[in-house]
């Protein structure tokens, strides 16, 4: 057990059986011709809960296996290699054949790529230090039900009345391996809850939620403070107004300005910087954000949500600076997409690692005083955002401020602008970062957006 | 007796491999309500993928996909207890009926015995062919080349061209403690394409479309100009949105066009009418039957027995028959769309809209295909009405917070409207409107019904299922429009 996690000797050897599984896989379609060939296996199980009305309202288990195979064939005359792949979630002798078959027949049907392929194997992963993303919980039903119980009641004695409130935990593994000798996984928990609460006012009726996720279950916020803040928020809502069209400065509040950072990523991903999808393409070295900005990787955060020692490459993870005094250090690229872009693979094959967006200023009321008057947008609408352009445009609501306070809540409006200006035009990072995700940063002040409200 | 062609598919494809014969199915839903309990199903499921992909002028890659297994579930009054198995086999189905009853063991109920499940005859929605094996690879291949070929074609300006071709089979078999046995064989099919434009001065934008639906995909490659008319609006997407000036920011007057548009429908209402949010009383349409909640001209159904269309469905993954149901009526609310558990719950009836993302999900109330009847006006007479307004043609989906009714929906072509005549394209925006209300300041509605083309996708709690949606060309007197222009 060198490559990953420590573990439990259950799931050792549930890992030990897949990666067999794996590696029989990988000679199969050795001997059945593949050039090359990569396999992924993973497997999770969880239990999860909801209540309302002070009763238990569903329990679920979930128990998930996948096998996926991919194979590249190099045919006579050609330049490259092509591809066929094939997944089962069935993981008997007779599926996996199944999909091993259909995989080599698709690549005989496919068009050679001289990009595609494995990663250089100097790049594979050969350090697999303890990330701390097994956290051995003990899990049953009454727990979970308690904890969903004890959240709901508290937000009940708030006031409001609870739509939902729930608890999961689970615990999964994958392991990747590939033709060039590469296997190793990766494994870890998970435990999450949350509140969902509705307050009513003269006929109107709002509806707000709060939620937590960690490695384990005693690492979530307590269940009354969860249950108080989805009460408080859902009541803050109501009396809602809507707003004077007009261009305003808008303070995304953290949860939702991590959207914001998923925009960024996206956009410096390499599929869509190759695919000509992306309106940062070519910003690498540029300065995309103000000069105090920075924003770092770092794949090896204890227990962290992203934290992994390899790439879906089976390329090792590096620690890095995204974006350094406002300039854009690099994007995220797979072994495919570096090779079509002719740079470096950054370990990012299936996506970032850990992102923090550092903070420059204080806390939320103090990043209202900052607002002084302006926006302060709780919750976005919709999918309105172009990859392409960074034309922005999103449905929000949440509250309008006048020297520095919360004046009254507003909905039914929109922000637009485009993320480039948005990007440049960034007042301030708040120290009052959301811890949730892969994605922690605190809310981000942004000079100047267009809202349109009803006048 | 069609349906006799499903359940025997089914039985084969789904519990002949493991044995397991329907008088094990009776038995493992009498365990599965041994401890008590109102009501308990098993839901069969095998589902089978294909995809093949071009990018850069070649189909580049290709996948399979291979699902399978059954979801128990029991219920006892509101509550729910839910596993499953990917192994279907005596032993499977009753160890996951074993985890599912834990939701009544505080309960003690009596044993439940002779439980006994028959099929009813139910007309087929669609050919039982297997949309995967159908069409030869090289046919395939052809018709995406083709695309990309006729892409690049129209327009000097397209750069990028990826196209993609999907078709999927999905056979399920329910058995429920209330008697019900029911089978389909769900055949899907889905084409689209994304090209790029650039005008070489440093602009460049993108447009989607595609299509499908439950039909076999030889109908959709022989039914002469339908690929090209995805590839034809896909490039003009993506050209007009090259010249789009900025989008009007405020409150105005919106024309919403025929079609896809319908997504309006599917946001502002249709969510709200869903059963289970109505039961819990957080919808903001909660308690709202015989009101009214559009205007005169305003009658909306939700049916999945349109032939071919995504959202529809020979039963639903409950056993229930589709059906066409009636939502608004001439502006007044008639009706919610129901699951097993929620119409039981509410003492109303099963409408047929009891849908589930997979085996490995609950079922709940969820919309087939939403659309709005046609009305008397001329499209061109609803747009020469505005003096100043909106004309949006094709949106790339919505969100909406059934609570408070609010609820977007991102227009990606869009027109100016000003003294009655389209005039410039604008870029993408989005629009916000409140539910209840919005179908109030429908003023007219034209004669133009149309469908989607067939890539509807509805997301709820994490779970995705296929919808159609059509609409005629609207006017909505007031609108918020979330453009950057004042």
Known sequence: ?455 | MMQDTNLKLAQQRLLEPGNVTVSDLENALAQALSSGGDFADLYFQQSRLEAWTLEDQKVKSGTHNIDQGVGVRVNSGEKTGFAYSESITRQGILEAARQARTITRTNRGQESGGIQVQAEPVPRMYDTEDVLAAVENQHIIDTLRRMDARARAADSRVHKVICSLVTAQETMLVAASDGTLAADVRPMVKISIQVVATDGKGRTETGFAGGGGRRSLREILDTPGLVDSFVDQAVKTAVINLKAKPAPAGSMPVVVGSGWPGVLLHEAIGHGLEGDFNRKGSSAFSGRIGQRVASDACTVIDSGLLPGRRGSLSVDDEGTPAAENVLIENGILRGYMQDKLNARLMGMSATGNGRRESFAHLPMPRMTNTYMLAGEHDPGEIIASVDKGLYAVNFAGGQVDITNGKFVFSANEAYLIENGKVTTPVKGATLIGDGPTVLTRVSMVGNDLAFDQGLGVCGKDGQSVPVGIGQPTLRVDELTVGGTHF
């Open chain 1, 1 to 455: 057990m060198q490559r990953g996690e420590s573990v439990n000797q259950e799931i050792k050897t549930k890992i030990e059986n897949a990666k067999s599984i794996v590696a029989e896989v990988l000679e199969t379609v050795k001997r059945l011709g593949a050039f090359e060939a990569e396999v992924v296996y993973s497997q999770g199980s969880g239990l999860a809960v909801s209540t309302r009305g002070g009763q238990v309202d569903t329990v679920e288990r979930n128990d998930d296996r996948s096998l996926a195979v991919t194979v590249y064939l190099k045919k006579p005359d050609q330049q490259g290699l092509s591809k066929g792949s094939a997944s089962t979630a069935v993981l008997d002798a007779d599926a996996i054949a199944l999909s091993v078959e259909k995989a080599m027949n698709i690549a005989r049907w496919t068009e050679p790529d001289p990009h595609m392929g494995l990663a250089d194997p100097s790049l594979l992963a050969t350090q697999f230090p303890d990330l701390q993303t097994w956290k051995p919980q003990t899990v049953s039903a009454d727990a979970l039900i308690q904890r969903a119980l004890q959240a709901e009641s508290a937000a009940r004695e708030c006031g409001v009345s609870v739509d939902n409130s729930s608890a999961q935990a689970g615990e999964g593994f994958s392991v990747y391996g590939n033709s060039h000798g590469f296997i190793g996984h990766q494994a870890g928990t998970t435990a999450s809850a949350s509140v969902v609460a509705l307050a009513e006012h003269d006929g109107a009726m709002e509806r707000d939620y709060w939620w937590d996720a960690s490695r384990h279950l005693a690492g979530l916020m307590p269940a009354e403070d969860m249950g108080e803040q989805a009460a408080c928020r859902t009541q803050k809502r109501l009396g809602a107004k809507k707003l004077a069209s007009g261009s305003y400065p808008v303070l995304f509040e953290a949860p939702v300005a991590k959207s914001l950072v998923g925009h960024l990523l996206q956009a410096i991903s390499g599929s869509a910087l190759y695919q000509d999808a992306s309106f940062l393409k070519g910003a690498a070295g540029q300065a995309v954000f103000p000069s105090w900005l920075q924003i770092s990787e770092d794949p090896f955060v204890p227990g962290g949500f992203a934290s992994r020692h390899f790439d879906n490459d089976g390329v090792q993870t590096r620690a890095r600076s995204l974006v350094s005094d406002g300039v854009l250090q690099g994007y995220l690229l797979s072994c495919y997409a570096a090779r079509r872009l002719g740079l470096e693979p950054t370990g990012n094959a299936g996506g970032a690692h850990n992102i923090e967006v550092h903070a420059n200023a204080g806390d939320l009321p103090a990043l209202l005083k900052q607002l002084d008057t302006g926006l302060l947008v709780t919750e976005l609408m919709g999918q309105g955002m172009n990859p392409v352009t960074g034309d922005y445009s999103r449905g929000a609501s949440g509250f309008w401020v006048e020297n520095g306070q919360i004046q009254y809540p507003v909905n039914e409006i929109t922000v637009a602008g485009n993320l480039k200006d948005m990007y440049a035009g960034l007042q301030a990072v708040g120290s009052d970062t959301d811890k949730r995700s892969k994605i922690q940063t605190g809310s981000w002040l942004i000079d100047k957006m267009a809202v349109a409200g009803n006048r």
